[in-house]
């Protein structure tokens, strides 16, 4: 199915095919753009315990995250020595929490991460030979 050039004005249909591609994208990428969100929200706010970083995470992205897949990521990002765990008394409860912190190896990652999402969201977008052959559908 070939597409017309963008125009100034996209149509009703067009608006609404660009915002399902659009949720198609985000459910595709999302499990990795969770991660980048999760290690953000902790470099910003850590120590920071879990239910602090679901609710962060959803303030900021809009993305909700089950309990169980938040404490699958926090704990594979753990095992991987980029997140520390600090158990934490609970006043009035006697029981403990976990916090979360950025690691060195951690704060490293995340760097890493950003440079290359900066590299690619500043990436010229290839340019086109109007000779070229139509994409295949």
């Known amino acids: 199915m070939s597409r017309e050039p963008a125009s100034a004005e996209a149509t009703s249909a067009d608006a609404e095919w660009a915002r399902e591609l659009t949720a198609s ?11 980048l969100a999760l290690l953000r929200i902790v470099r910003a706010h850590g120590p920071v315990p879990a239910a602090e970083v679901a609710a962060r995470l959803e303030e900021a992205t809009g993305w909700s995250v089950t309990e169980r897949g938040l ?13 520390a765990v600090h158990r934490v008394d ?3 409860t006697g029981m403990k929490r976990q916090d979360f912190t950025l690691t060195s190896i951690g704060a490293a990652y995340l ?13 010229p977008a290839p340019a086109i030979s109007p000779d070229a052959p139509p994409a295949p559908e």
């Not at 994208?25 to 991660?35: D, G, M, N, Q």
């Not at 990521?73 to 980029?82: D, G, M």
């Not at 290359?116 to 500043?122: Q, V």
């Open 25 to 35: 994208w985000v459910e595709t990428y999302k499990k990795s753009a969770t991660t």
């Open 71 to 83: 404490y699958r990521t926090l704990r594979r990002l753990a095992e991987a020595q980029v997140l």
């Open 90 to 92: 609970v006043a009035r």
């Open 111 to 123: 760097a890493g991460i950003e440079q290359a999402h900066a590299r690619l969201a500043a990436a």
